[in-house]
């Protein structure tokens, strides 16, 4: 007690032995003259200071008479409480009591008593008085603490009581006048900030051997607990050992034991866990947890199974920390025997007595004592105790599928949370006991299990626990931890466990699993779901490597899985579920399972994983980079690699060159190495070195240790590129930019640059260590400069790269001033045409004294043409012209029905006549309609069956005549058939069935429905324009065909067709076909309507005026040379086709103003037209323009150019029709020489 006392001087003025510290009856006069004293009137009936001078004195049995009924006055004074002001003073009073208490028992009472007024509410007079007094009032409560040392178990008793009530303060009916109570939670605060805690946990020594004062203490240390200050100071008290040594004291009420465990977690909770545990490693004290430990093992009461889950949770963590003895202590032995009971059911007498209860502590305890074989399994030298104990028996009796309709004890969810607890454990234990994992024949039950979680049992996991998550409705959980048991036994690449598994088929079973996740992830994608795919891959991975005969195996159906992980959605990288894992398990499975295997490799190339692969690299994800990198070059020995990535394209058309050359200099950049502004070498010396390597010092290394010149190369993507480009080539690479060309020079050279490093390491070390001799000073020396001479080279070859690139984009710039010029000058050139244009269109009287110039030239050549040639061309029908012209009609075709059976002779009607469309010369659906207005084509029936002809005739077909170029077609769009010659037939409607045994002998009806009649002209020459472009005016001057002609847009509303006759009798019809409008390619106007006929002409004839083409006011003007452009595009819109036809340009209206100009202008764009698309819009530019035999400018006003025309089509036509004759020819002569070919063969074979 008094090295108690000295290790902890009581709070000032505590003692009268301290003169010093204690005040004078002469300060007590001053005092009582201070502010306090003189408002407080009640303060004046007792005097502390007199009260104090009393105590400090000592004689007769007066004086302590004296002294025994002042202490009950100072007592009386303060029952309704204890003013801040006063409680530093009655600290003094109490410690000067003790003293004498120790000398005459008579002051134990008195003592008891001015301690009570500690657990009396503290009044204050005003709020500052709490900061104000709070020094003073810490010391004061800290001073309680350290009079546990009085050897009075009352005085003890009292001190604990008064400590509690802090933490249960109760306000008395009646305050001091003038005051009021401190705050709640005041006398607490005061405890902790005078470490009230630490000498209380100190004082446990004095009691011992006494159980009362023990559990008094406890019960005051953990009403302190509950704070985190007070833990801190229990803990520097060292309290965790010294709590941990009372708890296997005698105690039948068991108090003692719960309340320091209450302490203890208080302790584990809200002070530094690692020095509580510090504290418990010794020996002694795992000794004693354990004893309690097993005596609360046979208890039978609800609050021992609660004791003894604290007390394992608190084994659990000094379990974690390697230092604490738990083997050496037994205590790991009896957790583990304990753990694995009652799965193994053999006698053990550390269990003797122990039963299970499967109450809701019981299920918790288990899933502790699992816990503790996790923990236990990361120490090696528990390992033999866990194989003794046949943890791995007791594990493996969970890996099976879950009873029904629930285990026998346990609660169906309790089991399943179990079994989750049992898997997860064993894949720790597993990797350390895997001779017992193989003697239990694990791999067999896991794969068992395993098939189970894939099958269709109607068995719903409830997802409740930590290891049930994403187990809800389904098996995943099971499914999830078996697969990582599997994974962490394989992760040893032991070749007892690949075999033994590989021998059971797990290589085909894991690709099924993969499948069935990969089918649940499309379904929801999940944490859970990926984690499963990304551990089958791995153990996958694991399984195949280094085996060829695995690797083909795993490639039946394995690399189509992997094509499917590449082609996972790049922002899904991102989401944070684990896809990135998933990928990088893919890439690594890609390299184990099919790398090295000739087949499987070929079959990854075929099913496009080069460029999948080069996708992924595209994104630039350092963590990716690498690894594909490094798979590329592996696959770059397969000739179709090269071919693949040459032919690979990224986002905007990028190249895989491109992409390479950009993830070199990203390397470069993140590895600090220098280049300038422009990509080029700055130090030719050491071009590629890294700001690394030119950091450290020339240290002279072991001839096996690489330098770090070395070492770079495997550290650094740089390698791998260098070797693709080898594979690549470095010419003739497409889609590179200057900039490219400037890396690729240093790429092409980083070998040479790599040695020359190695060489400068090789140097600087010899130099370092020795002084080599001039011959090898002199090679050192020559080596050098050749690496730096290289390095110059590049520079050089980069340089050039540059000044090409710089000139280059001088001509750029001087091109596009000249196409800036250019379109100005166009411009222009439209302002001067749309003058003209107004010129011609204003002036009304000019208008229609031309209008009737060209009406009187027209009779005039037509009277001409009908006085004629010398020679008749008067043929009958000859020109024909087709007024009112119809090219679609819709008809209702029916099939004739079948006849009746004969069903008493078993005799068949005849079948029902057809519906056939044929072909036929001179014959026009106009016709086709005024001869059968209802249109409707029906069929004869067939006859019925009688005695007389059991076998019935067929109905009569019925053929309708169509002119040549009919498409028949029906409702839904579907061709049926074409007439394009004449006497060609196409079936329309089918007839039916006659009655007979299949149709119960009655008749079926025939095929009926309604199909639309498409006429196609069929012409030599094909006219193509826009409205009013002079179309018609030119037919009727080159054939007798009499269109309608006017002066406005539309007057040709339905197709002519024409002939011109030549005066040898050559005949070229003529098909003059209505205006185009901007848009007909998308069926804008009658679009399809028109341009269907364009499709069978021979060759088309495009009439344009020249003085350009506005469709309205509203409509933009456009040029000639537009207009030509323009119908190109619309004819290569609807049918690309119609461009390759052969065509003649004929420019029209050359009789008004302007227009040789105009001529001129449209000649020049004409001979280039491309030079010129940079002044129109981009949708006016078509992708192949028309290359046109001849161009004639004519004038159907004034008949100019008119015969020149007929002559060039003429030409044109023969020329067309005797290369026809030449290919067919052509085609005949080999035909007939395989013929013969054939012919020699066999008879030289026979």
Known sequence: MASLAAAHPPAPRAASRYPALGPSRSGGERRTKGPDAAQDTQSRSVDLNHVIALLQDSGSKELEKEQLKTLKKVVKHFENGLPLKDVAQVTEILNLCAEKMNEQEAFTEPLCELIKLFGLPFQKKKSSDEVNYSVEVSQSIAQLGYLMRVPSSQVKIQICKSIVSFYNMELLGKLLSGYQPTSPNYKIRMAEAGGLAEALVLSLALVENQLTEKLWVLKVLQHLSTSGISCGQMVKAQAASRLCLCLNGADPSGELVFRSSDILWNLLEKASKEEVVNQLRSLECVHALKEVFVDLMCGFRHCDYQLRNDLLVIATLLAENPAVPMIESGFAKVLIVLATCPE????????????????????????????????????????????????????????????????????????????????????????????????????????????????????????????????????????????????????????????????????????????????????????????????????????????????????????????????????????????????????????????????????????????????????????????????????????????????????????????????????????GVRRDQYGRIVDTKRPIATSFQKQQKVIPLPASCPSFAIMEISESIRAKIYSLFCKLGFENLPGLSTEDFVTLAIIQHYLDFKIGEVWSEISAEIKEEFRPVKSDEKTLKSISEESENTGKTVFALQTEVLKRQYHQEIQEKKKTYKEIQATYEQRELINKSWENFLTQTLNYEALKKAKMLQETLIDTSRSKIQNG???????????????????????????????????????????????????????????????????????????????????????????????????????DGKQIGELNAAGERVLAARGGLGGSLATNFLPCKGQRRTVHLDLKLIADIGLVGFPNAGKSSL????????????????????????????????????????????????????????????????????????????????????????????????????????????????????????????????????????????????????????????????????????????????????????????????????????????????????
């Open 1035 to 1246: 037919l009727s001057k080159i054939s007798h065909a009499k269109p309608e002609i006017a002066n406005y847009a539309f007057t040709t509303i339905q197709p002519e067709l024409g002939k011109i006759v030549y005066a040898d009798y050559k005949q070229i019809s003529v098909a003059d076909l209505p205006g185009l409008i901007e848009g007909a390619h998308a069926n804008k106007g009658m679009g399809h309507k028109f341009l269907k006929h364009v499709e069978r002409t021979k060759q088309l004839l495009l009439v344009v005026d020249i003085s350009g083409f506005q469709l309205s006011m509203k409509t933009q003007f456009r040029t000639a040379f537009e207009t030509i452009l323009l119908l190109t595009k619309e004819l290569e819109l609807y049918k690309e086709e119609l461009v390759t036809k052969p065509a003649l340009l004929a420019i029209n209206k050359m009789d008004l103003p302007c227009a040789k100009d105009n001529l001129d202008e449209l000649m020049t764009q004409l001979q280039n037209p491309q030079d010129f698309f940079h002044l129109l819009e981009q949708e006016m530019i078509p992708e192949n323009t028309l290359e046109f035999r001849e161009v004639i400018p004519i004038s159907t006003f004034t008949g100019e150019g008119i015969e020149e025309l007929k002559t060039c089509l003429r030409k044109s036509i023969d020329e067309q029709a005797e290369q026809v004759n030449e290919e067919y020819r052509k085609k005949k002569l080999l035909l007939l020489r395989t013929s013969k070919e054939e012919q020699m063969n066999r008879s030289w074979h026979s």
């Open 869 to 971: 040639p010398e020679h008749s061309t008067d043929i009958p029908k000859l020109h024909t012209t087709y007024s009112n012209f119809i090219d679609n009609l819709r008809v209702y075709v029916r099939g004739g029905t079948g006849g009746m059976g004969y069903p008493n002779l078993g005799g068949e009607g005849g079948r029902g006549g057809d519906v056939w469309f044929v072909a036929r010369e001179r014959t026009t659906l106009k016709s086709i309609r005024e001869k059968y207005p209802q249109k409707r084509f029906v069929a004869g029936a067939g006859a019925n069956s009688s005695v007389k002809a059991l076998k019935g005739e067929k109905g009569k077909d019925c053929e309708v005549h169509v002119p040549l170029g009919i498409s028949v077609v029906d409702d």
């Open 344 to 671: 193994v059911k053999l006698p053990n007498p550390l269990v003797k007595g122990f039963k299970l209860t499967y109450s809701y502590e019981d299920f918790e305890m288990k899933k502790l004592l699992f816990n503790v074989l996790r923990i236990f399994s990361k120490d090696p030298s528990a390992a033999q105790l866990l194989s003794e104990n046949h943890v791995m028996p007791a594990l493996l009796y969970y890996v099976k599928q879950n009873q029904k309709p629930g285990f026998p004890d346990w609660s169906a969810a309790q089991y399943e949370e179990l079994q989750l607890h049992a898997i997860a454990v064993l894949a720790s234990v597993a990797p350390v006991l895997v001779d017992k994992y193989l003697s239990c024949q694990a791999n067999t039950l896991l794969l068992m299990f395993l098939e189970w979680c894939t099958g269709q049992d109607p068995f719903f996991g409830r997802g409740n626990s930590f290891h049930g998550t994403g187990g809800r409705g389904n098996k995943l959980a099971q499914m999830r931890y078996s697969l990582r048991a599997l994974r962490s036994v394989v992760a040893l690449y032991d070749d007892a466990v690949s075999i033994n598994l590989c021998d059971q088929g797990a290589i085909s079973q894991l690709l099924d699993i993969l499948k069935y996740a990969a089918d649940k992830s499309k379904e929801k994608e999940s944490t859970v779901v990926l984690e499963i795919q990304a551990d089958i891959l791995f153990i996958l991975s694991v399984l195949c490597e280094n085996d060829v005969h695995r690797k083909d195996l795993f490639s039946c159906e394995g690399i189509g899985i992997l094509i499917s992980f590449f082609k996972m959605d790049p922002r899904k990288l991102y989401c944070g579920l684990g896809h990135n894992c998933l990928l990088l398990s893919a890439l690594d499975c890609l390299w184990s399972c099919v790398i090295g295997c000739y087949i499987a490799e070929d079959s990854f190339i075929e099913k496009q994983g080069i460029f999948l692969l080069l996708d992924l690299l595209a994104l630039k994800e350092k963590n990716l980079c690498n690894i594909i990198l490094g798979i590329l070059v592996e696959f770059s020995d397969k000739p179709k690699t090269a071919l693949h990535m040459s032919i690979w394209r990224g986002k905007r058309d990028q190249t895989a060159a491109n992409l390479l050359i950009q993830l070199w200099r990203q390397e470069e950049l993140d590895l």
